[in-house]
């Protein structure tokens, strides 16, 4: 260890963190031992920051750690917070540490550092506090597989102690833990301490692999239900706290998760335990909301406060195609009732296509609802459309005003009635890139319109020219204006695909802009090739060069899903794509993820529809 009087003889200022030279790094250690509590927790902050931010570590990372080590001991506080950050800056694969990038990495260089103190921590062990305890169980896991055997054996001994004798199960099943990281086997499922079975069930199952035994199975649902309160605060060295590794464990088999979650909702659902289990089983398995929706509304009589678990209902209902009526009346009863929950149940009832959602919405509208209104009936543009108006009159901007614009686009010529309210927002700039969109997608031309959308093409947002320019065309048919800010367009650096998705409304009309679009056919970025392989089609009405790029992009990524969107569009699938569209329509397990925004198809729904309406094309 290295105690404050050391850090001179450091040379901070020529090693580098994430911001750039390390050299306020000392400084933030001599506050750790100062006598203001809040100064030192914010200087643990900065280090979150710094030397280690969002994963990732520096230069400055391992000369750190003998410090921070001194701190623990010395410092007059934050010993749990200290401990927990030299576990996260060690994490590490430990079957990284026999490849050639190892030996003269960052990250050996703090796991050395972290080995060499480590005998100086072993009191930490065996401190009063519980919190410490955990904490340190941790930091002694970050290496366990790089310690070396003087220090093992002395960590073994105090570890097999905290497990025989510690008075908090909590701290006995992380020494349960470590034990077997320490090679030690160990799967207690008959102890008398519930955390100790679940922690050996758990071990048990990460050793062995699914299909799980039903022991494990019973220990998982009986002494899973209710979680320690202190988990979040004490994760892994791999940075995930047990609930989480539990979590991926569970959904590995999904009628064993599912059967877990109904034993725990059982139980009261306790930190949403069951319901967050539930919801992990239908974000990675295919074809399984019904039973996960059933689950979740059982879940609900659980919460007090169910906004969460209502948004969730709201995103998994919309992928139902004929959601029970059982669970609509429950979805009814909750958005007619005040209170901060009417909200996101009245938008999981809009979402379940409820017409009764529609009456409800139009007495307590916000944008959202209705644009989720919009995208469900489209058939109710009469009465909808009066109160988009009046919101966007009022006001209505950032992403409130982008959703109301976005759900015009839902009523075709209907729409044309909102013109005051859409030459309002490009005049404003309020939602202008959608308002000009839908200006030309309306098809009224004015000269008050045709002059604000070439006012719009020498706006300083690139998004915004390029929509306004393609509007500017659709309405006046003269490609003048829209040739010429494509050309600056393309013809600057950065991310140019953005911008040639609105070429297709032009079609030939584009093909003077062959030459900017031709090099990008190349380009290695995915998207740029994939976009400009749409666009050369577009302009030049031939398939022939696209075809070959998007099938070498398409498969289960976003961008690849886009290329399959392309070929579906050009009605065209090329033989060599054959077995990997029947693999994906094939697989139980999702290939593409969504996060719960709702409001549009899941990704990994439109790969299997995709996939086989190509096949159809033969």
Same mark, same amino acid.
């Given at each position: 260890?290295?105690?404050?009087?050391?850090?001179?003889?450091?040379?901070?200022?020529?090693?580098?963190?994430?911001?750039?030279?390390?050299?306020?790094?000392?400084?933030?250690?001599?506050?750790?031992?100062?006598?203001?509590?809040?100064?030192?927790?914010?200087?643990?902050?900065?280090?979150?920051?710094?030397?280690?931010?969002?994963?990732?570590?520096?230069?400055?990372?391992?000369?750190?750690?003998?410090?921070?080590?001194?701190?623990?001991?010395?410092?007059?506080?934050?010993?749990?917070?200290?401990?927990?950050?030299?576990?996260?800056?060690?994490?590490?694969?430990?079957?990284?540490?026999?490849?050639?990038?190892?030996?003269?990495?960052?990250?050996?260089?703090?796991?050395?550092?972290?080995?060499?103190?480590?005998?100086?921590?072993?009191?930490?062990?065996?401190?009063?506090?519980?919190?410490?305890?955990?904490?340190?169980?941790?930091?002694?896991?970050?290496?366990?597989?790089?310690?070396?055997?003087?220090?093992?054996?002395?960590?073994?001994?105090?570890?097999?102690?905290?497990?025989?004798?510690?008075?908090?199960?909590?701290?006995?099943?992380?020494?349960?833990?470590?034990?077997?990281?320490?090679?030690?086997?160990?799967?207690?499922?008959?102890?008398?301490?519930?955390?100790?079975?679940?922690?050996?069930?758990?071990?048990?199952?990460?050793?062995?692999?699914?299909?799980?035994?039903?022991?494990?199975?019973?220990?998982?649902?009986?002494?899973?239900?209710?979680?320690?309160?202190?988990?979040?605060?004490?994760?892994?060295?791999?940075?995930?706290?047990?609930?989480?590794?539990?979590?991926?464990?569970?959904?590995?088999?999904?009628?064993?998760?599912?059967?877990?979650?109904?034993?725990?909702?059982?139980?009261?659902?306790?930190?949403?335990?069951?319901?967050?289990?539930?919801?992990?089983?239908?974000?990675?398995?295919?074809?399984?909301?019904?039973?996960?929706?059933?689950?979740?509304?059982?879940?609900?009589?659980?919460?007090?406060?169910?906004?969460?678990?209502?948004?969730?209902?709201?995103?998994?209902?919309?992928?139902?195609?004929?959601?029970?009526?059982?669970?609509?009346?429950?979805?009814?009863?909750?958005?007619?009732?005040?209170?901060?929950?009417?909200?996101?149940?009245?938008?999981?009832?809009?979402?379940?296509?409820?017409?009764?959602?529609?009456?409800?919405?139009?007495?307590?509208?916000?944008?959202?609802?209705?644009?989720?209104?919009?995208?469900?009936?489209?058939? =109710? $543009?009469?009465? /909808?459309? #009066?109160?988009?108006?009046?919101? *966007?009159? &009022? !006001?209505? +901007?950032?992403?409130?005003?982008? @959703?109301?614009?976005?759900?015009?686009?839902?009523?075709?010529?209907?729409?044309?009635?909102?013109?005051?309210?859409?030459?309002?927002?490009?005049?404003?700039?309020?939602?202008?890139?959608?308002?000009?969109?839908?200006?030309?997608?309306?098809?009224?031309?004015?000269?008050?319109?045709?002059?604000?959308?070439?006012?719009?093409?020498?706006?300083?947002?690139?998004?915004?020219?390029?929509?306004?320019?393609?509007?500017?065309?659709?309405?006046?048919?003269?490609?003048?204006?829209?040739?010429?800010?494509?050309?600056?367009?393309?013809?600057?650096?950065?991310?140019?695909?953005?911008?040639?998705?609105?070429?297709?409304?032009?079609?030939? =009309? $584009?093909?003077? /802009?062959? #030459?900017?679009?031709?090099?990008? *056919?190349? &380009? !290695?970025? +995915?998207?740029?090739?994939?976009? @400009?392989?749409?666009?050369?089609?577009?302009?030049?009405?031939?398939?022939?060069?696209?075809?070959?790029?998007?099938?070498?992009?398409?498969?289960?990524?976003?961008?690849?899903?886009?290329?399959?969107?392309?070929?579906?569009?050009?009605?065209?699938?090329?033989?060599?794509?054959?077995?990997?569209?029947?693999?994906?329509?094939?697989?139980?397990?999702?290939?593409?993820?969504?996060?719960?925004?709702?409001?549009?198809?899941?990704?990994?729904?439109?790969?299997?529809?995709?996939?086989?309406?190509?096949?159809?094309?033969?």
């Amino acid at each position: 260890m290295r105690s404050p009087a050391e850090l001179d003889d450091v040379p901070w200022s020529e090693l580098t963190h994430a911001y750039g030279p390390a050299d306020d790094v000392p400084e933030l250690i001599k506050v750790l031992y100062g006598d203001d509590d809040e100064a030192a927790g914010e200087a643990i902050y900065e280090f979150h920051g710094n030397i280690y931010h969002q994963g990732t570590i520096y230069e400055a990372s391992a000369p750190a750690v003998p410090f921070l080590a001194h701190a623990v001991l010395h410092a007059p506080g934050r010993r749990e917070d200290l401990l927990m950050l030299l576990a996260v800056l060690a994490d590490h694969d430990p079957a990284s540490v026999d490849s050639p990038h190892w030996p003269h990495s960052d990250i050996a260089a703090i796991c050395a550092e972290l080995c060499a103190v480590l005998p100086d921590l072993l009191p930490c062990l065996g401190d009063p506090g519980r919190g410490v305890r955990r904490a340190a169980l941790r930091t002694f896991a970050a290496v366990a597989d790089l310690l070396p055997d003087d220090t093992r054996a002395l960590a073994v001994k105090r570890v097999d102690a905290l497990y025989a004798d510690d008075p908090v199960p909590a701290v006995r099943a992380d020494a349960l833990i470590l034990l077997n990281r320490f090679g030690r086997v160990l799967e207690p499922l008959d102890s008398p301490l519930a955390e100790i079975r679940l922690a050996a069930a758990q071990l048990a199952a990460e050793r062995n692999g699914p299909p799980y035994a039903p022991e494990l199975v019973e220990v998982f649902a009986e002494d899973g239900a209710d979680p320690d309160p202190g988990e979040d605060e004490f994760p892994w060295s791999d940075t995930s706290t047990q609930e989480q590794r539990l979590t991926n464990l569970l959904t590995r088999e999904p009628d064993v998760a599912l059967t877990v979650a109904a034993r725990w909702i059982a139980h009261g659902d306790i930190g949403s335990r069951g319901s967050w289990l539930a919801g992990h089983v239908a974000e990675r398995w295919r074809d399984r909301e019904r039973e996960v929706l059933d689950l979740l509304v059982a879940a609900l009589p659980h919460h007090s406060k169910p906004s969460s678990l209502l948004r969730t209902i709201g995103y998994w209902v919309e992928h139902l195609p004929e959601p029970d009526a059982a669970l609509r009346d429950a979805l009814h009863e909750l958005a007619g009732a005040d209170g901060e929950t009417a909200e996101p149940a009245l938008l999981a009832l809009v979402r379940s296509r409820d017409t009764r959602a529609v009456d409800l919405v139009l007495d307590r509208p916000s944008a959202r609802l209705l644009a989720a209104t919009a995208r469900h009936f489209p058939e =109710a $543009a009469g009465r /909808l459309i #009066p109160v988009i108006r009046r919101e *966007l009159a &009022a !006001g209505a +901007d950032g992403n409130d005003g982008i @959703a109301l614009v976005q759900a015009l686009a839902r009523f075709g010529t209907a729409a044309r009635a909102a013109q005051p309210e859409l030459i309002d927002c490009l005049g404003t700039r309020r939602a202008a890139i959608v308002a000009a969109r839908q200006l030309g997608a309306n098809g009224v031309r004015t000269p008050e319109i045709t002059d604000l959308l070439e006012e719009a093409t020498r706006s300083g947002d690139a998004s915004l020219r390029a929509s306004a320019a393609v509007a500017h065309h659709l309405l006046t048919g003269d490609p003048d204006t829209a040739l010429r800010t494509y050309e600056a367009l393309l013809s600057s650096r950065g991310q140019t695909h953005w911008y040639l998705s609105g070429l297709e409304s032009m079609g030939t =009309a $584009a093909a003077p /802009l062959l #030459p900017l679009v031709e090099p990008l *056919l190349e &380009a !290695g970025y +995915d998207w740029t090739r994939k976009a @400009a392989a749409e666009a050369h089609h577009w302009l030049t009405g031939s398939p022939d060069r696209a075809v070959p790029i998007l099938a070498d992009i398409a498969g289960p990524t976003p961008v690849g899903l886009s290329a399959l969107k392309a070929l579906a569009g050009m009605g065209r699938c090329p033989a060599e794509l054959h077995p990997a569209l029947h693999t994906y329509i094939a697989s139980p397990e999702r290939l593409l993820a969504d996060s719960p925004v709702g409001g549009q198809d899941h990704p990994d729904t439109e790969l299997r529809t995709l996939s086989r309406m190509l096949l159809m094309l033969g």
